[in-house]
């Protein structure tokens, strides 16, 4: 069993930027890949990027491929998304979740654990 807690969300205005962390429980979370999904108002969820279990691979949604890191520190059972360039559209409630897919899994589905997220405002 792992437990996922976001933090770092709020306001901020467009052209800023955030750095969202999530910390797990647990002893295994290095044999996790981690990813960090959001949804806006109205939307469907959607991948934003994910990292592998060891940090060596990661992969961006091309709406946040260049304004975005993903990273981890598994002495610390936390995973960090570094947003720069905030927009509008990236207004959404952001969450982190772990998966034993080691394929860096892009599909809610193929997560095994999810953090209850945390909201990031930009504004124009």
């Known amino acids: 069993q792992v437990q996922l807690i976001e933090s770092g969300g709020g306001l901020v205005q467009a052209g800023g930027s955030l750095r969202l962390s999530c910390a797990a429980s647990?002893?295994?979370?290095?044999?996790?890949?981690m990813g960090w999904f959001r949804q806006a108002p109205g939307k469907e969820r959607e991948f934003v990027a994910v990292?592998?279990?060891?940090?060596?691979?990661?992969y961006y949604a091309d709406s946040v491929r260049g304004r975005a890191t993903i990273s981890r520190d598994n002495a610390k059972n936390t995973v960090y998304l570094q947003m720069n360039s905030l927009k509008p559209e990236d207004t959404a409630v952001y969450y982190c979740?772990?998966?034993?897919?080691?394929?860096?899994?892009?599909?809610?589905?193929?997560?095994?654990?999810w953090g209850q997220g945390t909201q990031v405002t930009v504004s124009s």
């Open positions: 979740a772990a998966s034993t897919d080691g394929r860096s899994p892009r599909l809610g589905y193929q997560y095994n654990y």
């Open positions: 647990g002893r295994t979370f290095s044999s996790y890949a």
């Open positions: 990292i592998s279990w060891g940090g060596g691979s990661t």
